[in-house]
């Protein structure tokens, strides 16, 4: 018998036993590499091409407090900004939900292409939305979703605002990250509301990204000490604003993570221990007729290796192909639109599985060099 054959079999000798061991490790990282993504979803949030040079202007008290629209001629008198439009959230139901799962945004049409460069519209509906103040553009992604047509009318009942828009679908956006948003005219919601002078927050584009971090600053003490000061910061800090809304989301996921790995780790070193317990007569004989510690540990750590390796590919990359195939953005409403388990996750999901089989095989290593070969042919079990 090879040295492989013989510890794949002392590996499998008690099958149940083995694969116990095998999938609460795949469980367990399964667990883990789900925690990461989940974390990592949330807390570096994916940038398109333009994103760095997006910059989001709401009120310095809360983004619940409106700004005046006076300020855009001042804010587009400063130098560094590119193009400057009014984003307002309306935040109306769509067809009686109680969540909808899209947004819906007042804007400038003619500036809220300077600004979302990625967004492509065919020129035909881009001057179609121009025309018509009671128009709106829709991502293709909510189109898709509602089966939603050119012409079609859109009804949003108003939560935020005591108004209902009736909207005409007149374009459908795509290249965005997020192809979801409705996209109508700011004139128009001012027109619904009386002639308000008040809009939800800015968004800025800046002329390079060298510019943006002295655009920020020159927008913060531009409207310091005024009855509307304002908070400027990049489109990542803006939705990271909401992420912090929610708690310390990398603290709490982290520990939970250090839980599962700490929990998988005794659950491990019992299982070899206890499997090692077993055949101490059989290392004591195989002390007897020459085999070294160094030999007897290497046979215990190929075994324990082995074990987490097979829990790990089952765990982590079952992980992998399951949210390749699964369609997240439809299984959790809209609530996240990627969950990409990327090779930086997998990579740590390995070298957990790495740094526990070896861990795991340190205890009944040290129990069988302690053992003498007398000691070792008295054990009856």
């Known amino acids: 018998m090879t040295l492989p054959g013989f510890v794949i079999r002392n590996a499998f000798r008690n099958k149940r036993r083995a694969l116990l061991s095998t999938l609460s490790v795949a469980a367990s990282l399964f667990l883990l590499v789900v925690l990461q993504t989940f974390q990592r979803e949330?807390?570096?949030?994916?940038?398109?091409?333009?994103?760095?040079?997006?910059?989001?202007?709401?009120?310095?008290?809360?983004?619940?407090?409106?700004?005046?629209?006076?300020?855009?001629?001042?804010?587009?008198?400063?130098?560094?900004?590119?193009?400057?439009?009014?984003?307002?959230?309306?935040?109306?139901?769509?067809?009686?939900?109680?969540?909808?799962?899209?947004?819906?945004?007042?804007?400038?049409?003619?500036?809220?292409?300077?600004?979302?460069?990625?967004?492509k519209l065919p020129l035909d509906q881009y001057e179609a939305w121009l025309k018509d103040r009671s128009s709106c553009i829709v991502g293709e992604d909510t189109v898709e979703r509602y089966g939603l047509k050119l012409g079609e009318k859109i009804k949003l009942v108003g939560t935020f605002y005591p108004v209902d828009l009736d909207l005409k679908l007149v374009g459908i956006y795509s290249g965005t990250l997020d192809d979801r948003s409705v996209f109508f005219h700011h004139k128009h919601l001012d027109e619904m509301l009386d002639g308000s002078q008040t809009v939800g927050c800015w968004w800025v584009r800046a002329a390079s990204s060298e510019e943006a971090p002295g655009v920020i600053s020159t927008l913060n003490d531009t409207f310091a000490n005024t009855s509307a000061e304002v908070r400027a910061e990049t489109?990542?800090?803006?939705?990271?604003?909401?992420?912090?809304?929610?708690?310390?989301?990398?603290?709490?996921?982290?520990?939970?993570?250090?839980?599962?790995?700490?929990?998988?780790?005794?659950?491990?070193?019992?299982?070899?221990?206890?499997?090692?317990?077993?055949?101490?007569?059989?290392?004591?004989?195989?002390?007897?007729?020459?085999?070294?510690?160094?030999?007897?540990?290497?046979?215990?750590?190929?075994?324990?290796?082995?074990?987490?390796?097979?829990?790990?590919?089952?765990?982590?990359?079952?992980?992998?192909?399951?949210?390749?195939?699964?369609?997240?953005?439809?299984?959790?409403?809209?609530?996240?639109?990627?969950?990409?388990?990327?090779?930086?996750?997998?990579?740590?999901?390995?070298?957990?599985?790495v740094a526990l089989g070896i861990i795991a095989a340190v205890p009944p290593a040290l129990a069988v060099a302690r053992t003498s070969v007398v000691d070792g042919l008295k054990t009856l079990d």
């Open 42 to 119: 949330f807390t570096l949030p994916p940038e398109d091409v333009g994103a760095s040079l997006r910059i989001a202007v709401r009120n310095k008290v809360s983004l619940g407090q409106p700004l005046p629209a006076r300020q855009r001629p001042i804010i587009e008198k400063i130098p560094g900004i590119a193009a400057v439009t009014p984003f307002t959230y309306f935040g109306g139901r769509f067809k009686d939900m109680e969540f909808t799962p899209f947004a819906q945004f007042a804007v400038d049409p003619v500036a809220f292409t300077n600004v979302f460069v990625d967004a």
């Open 235 to 353: 489109e990542s800090a803006f939705q990271m604003g909401f992420v912090s809304m929610w708690g310390n989301v990398k603290l709490l996921i982290g520990s939970i993570s250090s839980v599962v790995v700490f929990t998988l780790l005794l659950v491990a070193v019992s299982t070899m221990s206890m499997a090692i317990r077993e055949r101490f007569r059989e290392l004591a004989i195989l002390k007897a007729i020459g085999y070294r510690r160094r030999e007897l540990f290497g046979f215990i750590l190929a075994e324990s290796f082995g074990l987490a390796m097979v829990g790990a590919l089952v765990g982590a990359g079952g992980a992998y192909a399951l949210f390749q195939s699964l369609d997240i953005e439809k299984m959790t409403g809209g609530m996240l639109l990627y969950f990409e388990v990327t090779p930086r996750i997998l990579a740590f999901a390995g070298t957990v599985a």
